[in-house]
C-alpha cells in the first residue's frame, strides 16, 4: 500500500508539471497570435481578407482555449493525486484509459506518416518504428494505471491509514471486579446477572430521511462513501464524499473515523474526525441523516 501511494503521488507529480507546460506554452502563443491577428485586421484589411484571417484566428483560438483547459485539468487532477483524494482515483480510472487509446491511435497516425509504403527510407522507417514503439509501449501502461486504480488495493490505498483506536480497557464485573465474558449476560466468575449483553448482536444505520437501512458488520471495516463499488455503506446524497468516513468495531464499541469528507462528519450535531460512537446516536454524513442502532 505504501508504495502505492508513492506511485500515484509521483504520477500526480508528473501531471501537475503536464499541465503547467501546457500552460506556458500555450497562454503566451494565444496572447501573440490575438495581438497579430488585431494588427493585421486593423491595419492591412486586404491581406486579412485574401488569407481570411478571421476565420483562422477563430480556429486557432479553440484550439487553444480546448488545449488550456487541459492544461488545468492536468493540474488540479495532478493535485488531486499528490494528495490522495478519491474523486482522483475516480476520475483517474476514465481519464487513463482515455488518454492511452489516444495515444495509440496518434502513434498509429504518425507511423502511417513517416513511413508511406511508397516514400519510406530506412531512416524513416526506423524513426517511425520507434515512435510506434514508443507510443504503443506508454499507451498499454496508462490503460493498464487505469484498470488498476479501479481494483480493490487502489480504494484502500486512497482512503489513507486509519487513524489508531482509541485504547478500551477491559470489561470488569461490577460485583466481583472480575473479567467480562462479552458473550454473555452473567458474569462467570461470581454467576452476577447482567443488565444486558455486553456483546451487541447487530448494529445498523437507519436513514432518518429515506427509512433506509444500512448494516454496520462487527467483523469488518465499514467504508461510508457515495458511489464507491465496493463500499458497505453508500448513501445517495450528494453531499456525501466518495470516501466520506468508516466505522468500525473493536472490542465491544463502535468507532467513527472521518476521512475525506467535503461537507464534514458530525454526531449528535458536533463535529468529529474520530470518535466513539453508540446506541441512538445521530451521525451526518454532510447532509446526509442517520441514526446508529444497535441490537443487543
Same mark, same amino acid.
Given at each position: 500500500?505504501?508504495?502505492?501511494?508513492?506511485?500515484?503521488?509521483?504520477?500526480? !507529480? @508528473?501531471? /501537475?508539471?503536464?499541465?503547467?507546460?501546457? *500552460?506556458?506554452?500555450? $497562454?503566451?502563443?494565444?496572447?501573440?497570435? %490575438?495581438?497579430?491577428?488585431?494588427?493585421?485586421?486593423?491595419?492591412?484589411?486586404?491581406?486579412?481578407?485574401?488569407?481570411?484571417?478571421?476565420?483562422?484566428?477563430?480556429?486557432?483560438?479553440?484550439?487553444?482555449?480546448?488545449?488550456?483547459?487541459?492544461?488545468?485539468?492536468?493540474?488540479?487532477?495532478?493535485?488531486?493525486?499528490?494528495?490522495?483524494?478519491?474523486?482522483?482515483?475516480?476520475?483517474?480510472?476514465?481519464?487513463?484509459?482515455?488518454?492511452?487509446?489516444?495515444?495509440?491511435?496518434?502513434?498509429?497516425?504518425?507511423?502511417?506518416?513517416?513511413?508511406?509504403?511508397?516514400?519510406?527510407?530506412?531512416?524513416?522507417?526506423?524513426?517511425?518504428?520507434? !515512435? @510506434?514503439? /514508443?507510443?504503443?509501449?506508454?499507451?498499454? *501502461?496508462?490503460?493498464? $494505471?487505469?484498470?488498476?486504480?479501479?481494483? %480493490?488495493?487502489?480504494?484502500?490505498?486512497?482512503?489513507?491509514?486509519?487513524?489508531?483506536?482509541?485504547?478500551?480497557?477491559?470489561?470488569?464485573?461490577?460485583?466481583?471486579?472480575?473479567?467480562?465474558?462479552?458473550?454473555?449476560?452473567?458474569?462467570?466468575?461470581?454467576?452476577?446477572?447482567?443488565?444486558?449483553?455486553?456483546?451487541?448482536?447487530?448494529?445498523?444505520?437507519?436513514?432518518?430521511?429515506?427509512?433506509?437501512?444500512?448494516?454496520?458488520?462487527?467483523?469488518?471495516?465499514?467504508?461510508?462513501?457515495?458511489?464507491?463499488?465496493?463500499?458497505?455503506?453508500?448513501?445517495?446524497?450528494?453531499?456525501?464524499?466518495?470516501?466520506?468516513?468508516?466505522?468500525?468495531?473493536?472490542?465491544?464499541?463502535?468507532?467513527?473515523?472521518?476521512?475525506?469528507?467535503?461537507?464534514?462528519?458530525?454526531?449528535?450535531?458536533?463535529?468529529?474526525?474520530?470518535?466513539?460512537?453508540?446506541?441512538?446516536?445521530?451521525?451526518?454524513?454532510?447532509?446526509?441523516?442517520?441514526?446508529?442502532?444497535?441490537?443487543?
Amino acid at each position: 500500500m505504501v508504495v502505492l501511494r508513492f506511485v500515484y503521488r509521483f504520477l500526480g !507529480v @508528473l501531471w /501537475a508539471f503536464v499541465g503547467i507546460a501546457i *500552460l506556458i506554452a500555450q $497562454l503566451p502563443l494565444m496572447a501573440v497570435r %490575438s495581438w497579430l491577428s488585431r494588427l493585421i485586421v486593423t491595419n492591412l484589411p486586404r491581406l486579412a481578407d485574401v488569407f481570411d484571417l478571421q476565420s483562422v484566428s477563430l480556429v486557432l483560438g479553440a484550439r487553444e482555449v480546448a488545449a488550456i483547459a487541459l492544461g488545468v485539468f492536468c493540474v488540479f487532477f495532478g493535485l488531486g493525486l499528490l494528495t490522495l483524494r478519491s474523486w482522483a482515483r475516480t476520475v483517474g480510472i476514465a481519464f487513463h484509459v482515455a488518454i492511452g487509446a489516444c495515444l495509440a491511435a496518434l502513434a498509429l497516425v504518425l507511423y502511417a506518416r513517416l513511413a508511406p509504403p511508397d516514400q519510406a527510407t530506412r531512416l524513416t522507417e526506423s524513426v517511425a518504428t520507434t !515512435v @510506434l514503439a /514508443a507510443g504503443g509501449t506508454l499507451s498499454v *501502461l496508462l490503460v493498464a $494505471l487505469g484498470f488498476q486504480m479501479s481494483a %480493490s488495493a487502489s480504494t484502500d490505498a486512497f482512503m489513507g491509514q486509519l487513524p489508531a483506536l482509541p485504547k478500551t480497557v477491559p470489561a470488569k464485573c461490577p460485583t466481583c471486579g472480575g473479567p467480562l465474558d462479552l458473550t454473555k449476560a452473567r458474569c462467570p466468575k461470581c454467576d452476577t446477572e447482567l443488565d444486558v449483553p455486553r456483546s451487541p448482536k447487530r448494529a445498523k444505520l437507519v436513514d432518518a430521511q429515506a427509512g433506509r437501512e444500512y448494516t454496520v458488520s462487527l467483523r469488518k471495516l465499514n467504508r461510508v462513501g457515495r458511489e464507491m463499488p465496493g463500499f458497505e455503506i453508500q448513501p445517495e446524497n450528494r453531499s456525501v464524499s466518495g470516501d466520506h468516513a468508516s466505522i468500525e468495531y473493536h472490542q465491544g464499541h463502535f468507532y467513527l473515523h472521518a476521512h475525506d469528507d467535503t461537507f464534514g462528519t458530525f454526531v449528535n450535531g458536533r463535529s468529529t474526525r474520530e470518535c466513539e460512537i453508540k446506541h441512538n446516536d445521530v451521525i451526518q454524513f454532510g447532509q446526509a441523516e442517520f441514526r446508529f442502532v444497535v441490537e443487543y
